[in-house]
């Protein structure tokens, strides 16, 4: 899910950062263009993690900024294909689930990704009255909704980095840079509330028998 990333970049040092120290203005200037931000095929930065070197100090005419190369390591954020990940469901509507993570939340669980498992058919009902989903498995009683701010345990299915619209939709959803895809197919995924209810009729028949 976090990895390192090693950059290299000629970093521009803006005027009001030359007095402070070298290794702070860096940082600062570091952490002003990366932090929280979306890099095409890395992923979100978390963190500056290190500075590993500061070479040069260019001066470019009429710019009033000093140039360094800069390598560093940042701590960044893209899950691997087919992690398992726990949210909490933000939103749904008759498309998909949308999960945040706190601090990331693009996620979507698309209509045709949740519960199915072999042997077992089970479909979605969107309730417009209180606009959840609700799983209704063959052979098993009773419902299985997905509320609003539940945790819910998925599985990666894919990361996407979309190219940047010409235009957009002003009555859409907003621009995301990177936008993960997940599924609940399988055992132990979906509402963890699913499972806990699950593991406790199992005791009660264990404490019967």
Known sequence: MFFLSR??????????LLSRPLADAVKEELDRI???????????????YDIRSID???????DGVVIYEVVFRLVMFRPFIKEVIV??????????????????????IPEHRLQNADGISVYGAYRNSDGIWVCN?????????????????FKVKSVKF?????EQDQNGEPFAPMVIIGNI?????????????????????????
């Open 56 to 62: 040069g100090g260019f001066i470019p005419q009429g």
């Open 87 to 108: 949210g909490k469901i933000e939103s749904s509507n008759a498309n998909s689930l949308k999960v945040t993570l706190g601090f990331f939340n693009d996620i979507y």
């Open 34 to 48: 990366f932090l929280d931000k979306i890099i095409p095929d890395l992923g979100l930065c978390v963190t500056v």
């Open 137 to 153: 498995f063959e052979g098993v009683d009773g419902e299985y909704p997905i509320d609003l701010n539940e945790q819910i345990r």
């Open 185 to 209: 197919y399988g055992d132990g995924l979906g509402s963890l509330s699913w499972w806990g209810a699950q593991e406790e009729e199992e005791e009660e028949e264990l404490l019967e028998k």
């Open 162 to 166: 979309p190219p940047i619209p010409v």
């Open 7 to 16: 950059i290299e970049y000629k970093l521009p040092i803006p005027p009001r």
